[in-house]
């Protein structure tokens, strides 16, 4: 479905297993009704395909130049201008994209959801609200832990490897840092509803002043 409105481009950040997918499920949700969607940067890891599976091993995926930071800034920019991008899908079994993307349409809002989404001035730049996810250590590796086994067939030993030597010290690094760009801070995740429900008062206002007061819903 196509909009005569800029999008509302909403960026929800934190560390590794912090619940930004958990809110980022709360606000699409409670926005049923409105055309909505949600991007996530872990689709624009850069193609790897030219690379050997060792080499794919080595690399640093908490680290910046992990991403294809311009092409998810280009798609940025088209969707800004209400047109349709084709979303990578990376495959992480394989540790690079698969052949598929997925049609993204414009939309009244959109949700980009990403570790290191305020990382980079020009994506900031592009966001109407910035949401930063603020959760203990201790609570996001053992959801890592628990996402990695169950989702990604990976072992004990290669997450808690993975953790300690790049998840961890590129999350005080690069993410902790970008709290400062945040207009909101949502500590204890998607357990925090009153920091949600706020939020969501906030966007429909804007839906509202628009006249986009109630249209399609669709991921």
Not at 72 to 95: A, C, G, R, T
Not at 116 to 134: P, S, T
Request: proline share 3%.
């Amino acid at each position: 479905m196509s909009t005569t409105h800029n999008p509302i481009i909403i960026g929800v950040t934190g560390g590794s297993g912090s619940g930004k997918t958990t809110v980022s499920k709360k606000i699409y949700d409670q926005l049923s009704g409105h055309s909505i969607s949600v991007i996530q940067q872990d689709s624009y890891y850069k193609n790897q395909a030219e690379m050997t599976m060792e080499e794919r091993a080595a690399v640093n995926y908490d680290h910046p130049l992990a991403f294809d930071t311009d092409l998810l800034v280009e798609h940025l920019m088209e969707i800004k201008q209400n047109q349709s991008i084709e979303i990578p899908v990376y495959d992480y079994q394989e540790s690079t994209r698969s052949a598929e993307t997925v049609l993204q349409e414009p939309r009244d809002v959109i949700i980009l959801e990403g570790v290191l989404i305020l990382d980079d001035e020009r994506i900031r730049d592009m966001l109407d609200i910035k949401v930063y996810v603020d959760t203990d250590d201790d609570i996001r590796i053992i959801r890592r832990i628990r996402r990695d086994m169950e989702q990604r067939g990976r072992t004990l030993d290669s997450i808690i490897t993975q953790y300690l030597t790049t998840v961890k010290p590129m999350y005080h690094q690069f993410i902790e840092p970008t709290k400062r760009y945040a207009d909101i801070i949502v500590p204890e995740g998607g357990q925090n509803t009153v920091a949600i429900d706020l939020l969501v008062t906030k966007v429909r206002d804007i839906l509202s002043e628009d006249g986009r007061d109630t249209h399609y819903n669709k991921y």
